[in-house]
């Protein structure tokens, strides 16, 4: 799973130094909010696999895990241009 968001991370880069060169700069602020977007999404899933590690083999913790994990609200990402 890391390796594919440092392979995320590298191709965001390659697109948002492209949008730069051409000067699109509604390109470039997409690239903000996605670039925003991930590493929320990549702070989640890491402490999601930290909580996980410590609970892992300890079936009360993973039904703790499970009751915080349900109550959990989606939030739809907004994109303001």
Known sequence: M?????????VTQEFYSACYAAHDFCAMQFFDWFVKEQGEEEKSSED???KYD?????????????NE????VYAAPSLVL
């Open 48 to 50: 999601l696999i930290k």
């Open 2 to 10: 890391y390796g594919k968001g440092v392979l995320n991370a590298q």
């Open 69 to 72: 994990l349900k109550t959990r």
């Open 54 to 66: 410590l609970f892992g083999n300890d079936p009360k913790g993973l039904y703790m895990l499970n």
